[in-house]
C-alpha cells in the first residue's frame, strides 16, 4: 500500500496523533504528529526504539538532557528509560520504529 505520511497526517488538537504504518511479526512502525508545543508525556517503552524525525523539529528529553532533533535526525530510545518529546514547529511528524 502506498502512502504519503507527511501530506496526509491526521494532526489533533488536544493530543499526539498517532497513525500506523506498519505492523508485522518482527516490527512495529508507527508515525506520530505534534504540533507546536505539544507533548507526548513522559513515558517508557519495553524495546529498543529508533525515532526518526520526518518533518519539522522537536525537543527529547531524557535523562535530565534535552536533545534537538530536526528532520532527517534520528535517535536510538534505550528500553525502560524514562523520555518525553515535544514539537517546536508548527507541524512536527516522526516515526517509531521497533523490532520485537
Given amino acids: 500500500m502506498n502512502q504519503n505520511i507527511i501530506d496526509n497526517f491526521p494532526f489533533q488538537s488536544d493530543r499526539p496523533g498517532i497513525s500506523p504504518v506498519q505492523k508485522t511479526e518482527k516490527t ?13 508525556q513522559k513515558h517508557r517503552t519495553p524495546l529498543v526504539t ?3 524525525v520526518l518533518k519539522g523539529s522537536l525537543s527529547f528529553f531524557i535523562e535530565e538532557e534535552t ?6 535526525s534520528s535517535y536510538a530510545i534505550p528500553p525502560t528509560i524514562e ?6 514547529d508548527e507541524e512536527n511528524i516522526f516515526l517509531l520504529i521497533q523490532e520485537k
Fill in 28 to 40: 512495529n512502525i508507527f508515525a506520530v504528529g505534534l504540533t507546536k508545543g505539544q507533548l507526548m
Fill in 50 to 52: 529508533l525515532l526518526v
Fill in 67 to 72: 536533545i534537538q532533533l530536526t528532520a532527517g
Fill in 83 to 88: 523520555h518525553e518529546v515535544r514539537g517546536k
